[in-house]
């Protein structure tokens, strides 16, 4: 018997064994983690990726089939070292093992990538990512704020393409720890500083490329809340193209490496100096025909021309004086005329308004004992001493009968 507990005598194929060990290793290590860098990544046309884990000692192929690679929220790539979980399958054809992987983590990094998702949506609810709080870049800096690293990559490549775009540009390097211990503190100090001070017209906040714990103090609460506080626009530029970190959102623009954020900070000289000389030749074609037409308006003001144009405004307003002068005294007779045409009108109104006139007409006025007019007859008793005032004289009667 061997230490399988096999007879010693037993032969077996190459496909009996490789059987037998594709059996023992899949139904024991049916959901498995394993730790290691990732060494030749290469995915297919079809959607599947097959790669290496290695570690100092050892290796084992890997393979992660479509479906599980359309859900990897970052992309990996050689020498990350990485975290998978699967299952482990012998691939009978060439004799080698592998292990299936259904998800994959940045070794280290799954605690902080859903810190980093918690802290997100936190900010996020507070409103510091909404576009509405974003400021526009001015187009014409003078000067640049970079809050980086002075001995790192990122502000050579920053220096670099503002020497190229433009010599003149008034570059300050604010010195900040970009890593590590402090780090988040030295970067929020120096955003209070260019902002207090008041040091540049834009201000880049950044570093180049790293892990994802390199890239942390970007991440911290307080940088990015002390870049969505700042009165100054800022430009975030932290990592290369696939490297994030939470101050990109609460940025008023996120660059994808700190050359890109140079390119949008520093505006081309020659563009300037394009536009200048437009401006330049505007300016110069408006002064000319300005100064023609005010020539040619001068060149018009002569002592003949000046007599001639003054006789012509002149003479229309001299002819209607003449005619208003020789109207007006029609105008008051008939306005005359229609005033006492007016006057008669109303005499004529007030006289038929008169109590006389009614009175003329057969009226008569009766007052009660009480000396007021009457009205209504049930107001009055039988026997009551009744005044009639007709259009003249006055007559004293008795009410004998009253009639309702």
Known sequence: ??????????????????????????????????????????????????????????????????????????????????????????????????????????????????????????LAAEGLFDDSRKKPLPTMPKTIGVVTSPTGAAIRDILNVTKRRNPGMNIIVLPAIVQGDGAAQTICKMIEIANFYEL???????????????????????????????????????????????CDYAADRRAPTPSAAAEMAVPLLADIQQNLATYK????????????????????????????RFRNIQQPLLNRFAAAREALPQNLQDKIRDLRVRIKQNVTVLENASPQTIFDR????VTGPDGKVVRDAAALNVGDKLVITPARGKITATADKIEI
């Open 1 to 122: 018997m061997n230490a399988a507990g096999l007879p010693q005598d037993i032969v077996f194929s190459v496909s009996q064994i490789t059987d037998l060990i594709k059996e023992i290793l899949e139904t024991s290590f049916r959901t498995i983690t394993i730790e290691g860098e990732i060494s030749n990544w290469r995915p297919s046309a079809a959607g599947h990726i097959y790669f290496t884990l290695k570690d100092n000692a050892a290796q084992i192929k890997a393979v992660i089939f479509r479906g599980a690679a359309m859900k990897l929220n970052f992309r990996p790539k050689d020498g990350d070292k990485v975290r998978c979980t699967g299952s482990l399958s012998v691939y009978a054809p060439q004799g080698n093992y592998q292990i299936i992987v259904n998800t994959m983590e940045i070794a280290g990094a799954g605690n902080i990538l859903q810190m980093l998702e918690e802290r997100k949506r936190k």
């Open 200 to 246: 540049c017209d834009l201000l880049i906040v950044g570093r180049g490329g790293g892990s994802l714990e390199d890239l942390l103090p970007f991440s911290e609460e307080s940088v990015v809340r002390a870049v969505a506080a700042s009165r100054i626009p800022t430009i975030s530029a932290v990592g290369h193209e696939i490297d994030w970190a939470l």
């Open 281 to 308: 030749d505007n300016f110069y074609n408006i002064i000319k025909q300005r100064t023609n037409n005010a020539r040619l308006m001068v060149k018009a003001f002569n002592p003949e021309s000046l007599e001639v």
């Open 362 to 365: 057969g009226y008569s006025m």
